[in-house]
């Protein structure tokens, strides 16, 4: 079964500091792999997707993402964090067996300091 | 605003009970999840259906059923309702099956169980 892993339940930044969200699956052929954003009393909000296209996938609000098949990683990055960036992460996997369901990770809660 | 409606917002109610959850998917999708969330299990997926059949099934308790109506709404249905049924359920639409189409959530339907 397809997983991921997010390592760090909370991730505390300063505001414009880098943010580094880390998030490794575990597939023996590359997934689609997804990052979503919840803010608080929320739905879940797609930030960006991986579908083998480009290694290097740019999502919405400067967040980007990185896809290392040789690290089994797809990490959240953004270059300068910004107040409005507090929310909750996750990282999740879709099946490459054809069907659409996605397995999410625990979830990063990321805090931002002035 | 994803174009996902879920009702009612909250939802409280005593063990032993039913209730019945309401998803609107976006306009034009077919696909609709059903997701719950809790602290303790995290983000879980329930069940899928695609134009009123089951696709696909997950950790969904027998206790629990779900349906997709011809206009594409859909419900789920809890019954006797466990204090550990307590949760997020969360409903998203995509507008097919492909493993790599984009899901929409809703803002969800917090349930409390006394």
């Known amino acids: 079964a397809q997983s991921v892993t997010q390592l760090g339940s909370h991730v505390s930044v300063s505001e414009g500091a880098l943010v580094l969200l880390r998030c490794n699956y575990s597939?023996?052929?590359?997934?689609?792999l997804f990052w979503y954003v919840q803010y608080p009393n929320q739905g879940l909000q797609l930030l960006l997707k991986y579908t083998s296209a480009a290694t290097l996938v740019k999502g919405i609000n400067g967040f980007e993402a990185e896809f290392k098949k040789s690290e089994t990683s797809f990490h959240l990055t953004k270059p300068s964090a910004h107040m409005s960036d507090a929310a909750e992460y996750f990282c999740a996997v879709t099946s490459n067996s054809g069907y659409s369901t996605l397995t999410f990770g625990k979830g990063t809660m990321l805090l931002v300091s002035p | 605003d994803s174009g996902v409606t879920q009702t009612p917002k909250h939802l409280i109610t005593a063990t032993g009970q039913r209730v019945t959850l309401r998803c609107s998917p976006r306009?034009?999708?077919?696909?609709v999840y059903w997701y719950q969330q809790s602290l303790d299990q995290g983000l879980q997926f329930l069940i899928q259906?695609?134009?009123?059949?089951?696709?696909a099934k997950g950790n969904i308790l027998e206790r629990f059923s779900a349906q997709q109506f011809p206009d594409l709404h859909s419900e789920l249905n809890l019954s006797s309702l466990e204090l550990g049924d307590s949760a997020l359920y969360f409903c998203a639409s995509s507008v097919g099956t492909v493993n790599y189409n984009e899901q929409f959530f809703g803002p969800g339907t917090r349930l409390t169980v006394l």
């Open positions: 259906y695609y134009n009123g059949e089951e696709r």
């Open positions: 597939s023996s052929v590359p997934p689609y």
């Open positions: 306009s034009g999708d077919l696909s």
